[in-house]
C-alpha cells in the first residue's frame, strides 16, 4: 500500500506542477511577455488568463480520473 | 435596496407573458420533483442515500457552485475589470483541480455526512467539530443571503413584483423540496436547475456573439474577431485603460493573492464538499468531479466573451445618446422636463417640500433607436444618468469636472451602472425576442435558488446533526433526527429570507471575503489531515484559529466602516498600510480579498510547527489516515 500511496502522490504532484504553472506563471506572472505572442487577436497571456487555463484544468480533473482508474486497478484497490 | 416606481413602467412589456410562464412552469417542475424524491431517512436526507450517478452529481455540483454571483454578476464584473477579470475565473475553476486531486475522493472514502465529522474525527476533538461547525453555518448564511437578494432582484425587475414578496416566494419553492426531499430532493432539482440556467446563460451569448463577429460560438469569437481591438480603441478614446491590459485594476501581487485565496477557498466551501459525499464511491467521487469542470467550465469561458461584448455593445449604444425628455416622480403625479437644468429645478424644488425623486433619462440612441431597457433599468436604482455638462446628450468620455469641494475629478455621464445589469441587461441591449429575456430570468432564479438550497442543507445539517443532535438530544431515534434536519432547514430558510429582504451592511461586505475565510480555515485542516499524518490535534485547533483569527481581524481592519458604519468613520486600517505595501518597490500592499492566502500560510505553519512539538495523533486516527488514502471499501456510509 505504501507503493500506492507514493504513486498517487507522485500523479498528484506532476497534475499540481501543470496548475501552477498555468495558472500562477502564464496567467500571472509572465503574461506582459506572453502578450506579444497572440492567439486569433488576443494576447496569448490574457486568452491564458481567460480561457485557456480553464480548458487545461479540465484536462487535469479528467486525466486525474483516468490515471487513477489504472492505478487502483494495477493496486487492486478499486471496487 | 432597490426602490421600484411601478405606475411607470409599460403594462405592455412583451416579455411579461412570457416571463411568467417560463417561472411557472420551472417551479412547478422543482416542486413535482420535490414531491417525487421525499426521503424516509437521515442519510438521504443528508447525502441523498449515496446513490447519484457522477454525471447527475457532477451537473448539481454546477448548479451548486454556481450562484446568483455567477450567473447575474460575473460577467458584468468580468466587462468592468477587463484582463484581470482572470481572478474570478481561475479562481472559481482553478479551486476544482484542487478538490478533485487533493480533497474529494479521500472525503468520499471517509464517508461521513459532513465536513465536521471529518474534523472532528481526524482530529479526535469535539472541540474542533464545534469550530468547524460554526464556520460552516456563517460562511453559509452570509452567502445564502445574497442568493435570496438575487432572487428579489429577479423578481422585481422582470415581474414587478415587490422585492420582499419576491424573496417569499423563493423562500417557499426552496423550502418546499429542501424540507420534503433534503439533499435528495435538492441534488435532482439542481440536476434540472443546471440545464436552465446553461441554456438561458448560452442563449443570449450566442446571439451577441453571431450579431458582433463572424462566429457563433462565444469562446471562438472572442479570440477570433476583433472586437478585443475595437473595445480597446473606444475605450482609450472615453479616456479609460485598454481592456485587455493587465494590471489595471489590480497590481500583480493582489492578482496573485486574491486568485490563489478564491481557490483555496472554493475547494475548502463546505457546501460544495458535501456534494462529493452523495457518490456510489471514489471512483465516482473522481468522475463527478471531471463532470462538475465542465459545466462548470460551459459558463466560465462563456462569460469573459459575453463580458467583452456586452461592455462593447452597451458602449455602442449608449454613448452619445440623445435625451428625449426628463421625468420626474412625485407622489402620484408625473413632472416631464426636457433638460437636465430644468429636472436639476424642480429636484431642488422637491427637496425643498422634502421629496427625494431622482429624475429618469428616456433616451434615443445614436441611430434613434428609444432606449426602453435604460429607463427600466433606472427603475430599479441600478443605473443613473446625470447629463452635467447640459448638452442634451448622455457621454460617456471622462470629461474633467469639479466636486462640491471645487477639486477638479474626471467622470462621465453615467451616474452610476451597477455590474449586475450586464448579463441581465444583454437580450434587450442587444435586441433579442422577448422569449430570450423570459429565458434569462428564469435562469437567474434557477441559479439563485439551486446554491441557496445547497447551502441551507449545510447550515441544517451543521445545526442539527453537528450540533444539536450530537449535544442536546444524543438519544435522538431516527425520525426524531430527520425532524430535528428539517426543522433546522426551516430555521435557516427563515433567516435567509430575513436577511434577503434586510441585508446587513456587514453580508455583503463578507461574501466577497467567505472564500479567504474558508481558505484560512478549512482548506489545511482537511488537506494535512489527508497527506500529513503527523497533523495533531493541537496543531490542526490552533492553526485553524490562528488562520482564521488573522484573515478576519485584516478585513474588519479594513473595512470597519463598512462593516460597523456605527463605530467607525473610516478603516481602522487604511491602504497604505496594507501588508507589504512599500515593500520592494510595491505601491499597494495585499488587498483584504486576497489577504485569505496569507492566512492560509499562516494556518499551515501553525499547524505543522505545533505538530512537531507536540504528541503525535493516536493509533486509530493513524489507521483512519491510512484507509482514506486506499478507495477500496467506501460503499456504505458510516453512521456513527
Known sequence: MQQYWRSNLRIVAVLMSIWFVVAFCISIFFIEPLNSFTIGKLGLGFWFAQQGSIFVFIVLVLAYALLMDRLDRKFDVDE | ?640
Open chain 2, 1 to 640: 435596496m432597490q426602490y421600484l416606481d411601478f405606475s411607470l413602467l409599460s403594462a405592455a412589456d412583451p416579455a411579461r407573458p412570457w416571463t411568467w410562464s417560463f417561472v411557472a412552469i420551472t417551479f412547478a417542475v422543482y416542486l413535482y420533483i420535490g414531491w417525487r424524491s421525499r426521503v424516509k431517512d437521515s442519510k438521504g436526507f443528508y447525502v441523498a442515500g449515496q446513490g447519484v450517478p457522477a454525471i447527475a452529481n457532477g451537473a448539481a455540483t454546477a448548479a451548486d457552485w454556481m450562484s446568483a454571483a455567477s450567473f447575474i454578476g460575473m460577467a458584468g464584473l468580468i466587462s468592468f475589470t477587463g484582463s484581470d477579470g482572470a481572478v474570478y475565473l481561475m479562481g472559481w475553476t482553478g479551486g476544482y483541480v484542487l478538490l478533485a486531486l487533493l480533497l474529494a475522493p479521500y472525503l468520499r472514502k471517509f464517508g461521513h455526512y459532513t465536513v465536521p465529522d471529518f474534523i472532528a474525527a481526524r482530529y479526535y476533538s469535539e472541540t474542533a467539530r464545534i469550530v468547524a461547525a460554526i464556520c460552516a453555518i456563517f460562511v453559509s448564511i452570509t452567502y445564502v443571503a445574497g442568493q435570496m437578494k438575487g432572487v428579489g432582484i429577479v423578481f422585481s425587475r422582470f415581474l414587478e413584483v415587490p422585492l420582499e414578496i419576491g424573496v417569499v416566494i423563493g423562500m417557499l419553492i426552496v423550502g418546499f423540496f429542501a424540507v420534503l426531499g433534503g439533499m435528495k430532493g435538492i441534488t435532482w432539482t439542481q440536476v434540472v436547475q443546471y440545464f436552465i440556467l446553461i441554456l438561458a446563460f448560452m442563449i443570449p451569448s450566442v446571439a451577441i456573439s453571431s450579431m458582433l463577429t463572424d462566429s457563433s460560438i462565444p469562446q471562438v469569437g472572442f479570440a477570433s474577431s476583433d472586437i478585443s481591438e475595437k473595445l480597446n480603441n473606444v475605450l482609450v478614446e472615453l479616456g479609460e485603460k485598454e481592456y485587455t491590459q493587465p494590471f489595471n485594476s489590480f497590481t500583480r501581487l493582489n492578482v496573485f493573492c486574491i486568485t490563489a485565496a478564491l481557490m483555496f477557498g472554493t475547494a475548502g466551501l463546505p457546501h460544495v464538499i458535501v456534494r462529493f459525499y452523495t457518490v456510489k464511491d471514489v471512483r465516482a467521487a473522481r468522475y463527478s468531479a471531471v463532470w462538475a469542470i465542465i459545466f462548470i467550465a460551459l459558463l466560465y469561458t462563456t462569460a469573459p466573451a459575453l463580458g467583452m461584448f456586452a461592455r462593447y455593445n452597451l458602449i455602442q449604444s449608449m454613448h452619445n445618446a440623445r435625451i428625449e425628455n426628463i421625468t420626474i416622480q412625485n407622489g402620484g403625479q408625473t413632472i416631464v422636463v426636457d433638460s437636465a437644468a430644468d429636472a436639476q429645478r424642480e429636484q431642488l424644488r422637491l427637496a425643498d417640500e422634502g421629496v427625494a425623486a431622482t429624475p429618469i433619462y428616456n433616451l434615443v440612441s445614436t441611430e434613434g433607436k428609444p432606449l426602453d431597457w435604460a429607463t427600466q433599468w433606472q427603475l430599479t436604482g441600478l443605473l443613473k444618468f446625470d447629463d452635467w455638462n447640459q448638452d442634451g446628450s448622455i457621454s460617456l468620455k471622462l470629461m474633467e469636472s469639479s466636486d462640491v469641494d471645487g477639486n477638479t475629478v474626471r467622470k462621465s455621464e453615467v451616474a452610476k451602472i451597477d455590474k449586475d445589469i450586464i448579463v441581465l441587461s444583454t437580450p434587450e441591449v442587444a435586441g433579442l425576442p422577448p422569449w430570450v429575456i423570459a429565458l434569462v430570468a428564469a435562469g437567474g432564479l434557477a441559479a439563485a435558488l439551486s446554491t441557496a438550497a445547497g447551502l441551507l442543507l449545510v447550515i441544517s445539517s451543521s445545526l442539527a446533526h453537528d450540533l444539536f443532535v450530537r449535544f442536546v438530544t444524543p438519544n435522538a431515534t431516527e425520525p426524531q433526527k430527520l425532524l430535528i434536519g428539517r426543522i433546522a432547514i426551516i430555521f435557516g430558510i427563515l433567516v435567509a429570507g430575513y436577511f434577503g429582504i434586510y441585508p446587513p451592511g456587514f453580508v455583503g461586505e463578507v461574501v466577497a471575503f467567505a472564500f479567504g475565510l474558508a481558505a484560512a480555515s478549512f482548506f489545511p485542516a482537511i488537506f494535512l489531515g489527508i497527506f500529513f499524518k503527523r497533523a495533531n490535534r493541537a496543531g490542526a485547533v490552533t492553526g485553524m484559529i490562528v488562520g482564521l483569527a488573522f484573515t478576519l481581524t485584516y478585513i474588519v481592519m479594513a473595512t470597519s466602516h463598512k462593516v460597523m458604519p456605527m463605530f467607525f468613520d473610516g478603516p481602522l486600517m487604511a491602504p497604505e498600510n496594507y501588508l507589504l505595501a512599500g515593500w520592494f518597490g510595491m505601491e499597494q500592499g495585499i488587498s483584504p480579498q486576497g489577504i485569505g492566502t496569507v492566512g492560509m500560510v499562516l494556518n499551515f505553519v501553525v499547524t505543522i510547527t505545533i505538530s512537531y512539538l507536540t504528541p503525535p495523533p493516536p493509533q486509530e486516527v493513524l489507521d483512519l489516515v491510512e484507509s482514506v488514502r486506499v478507495p477500496k471499501g467506501s460503499g456504505e456510509a458510516v453512521s456513527h
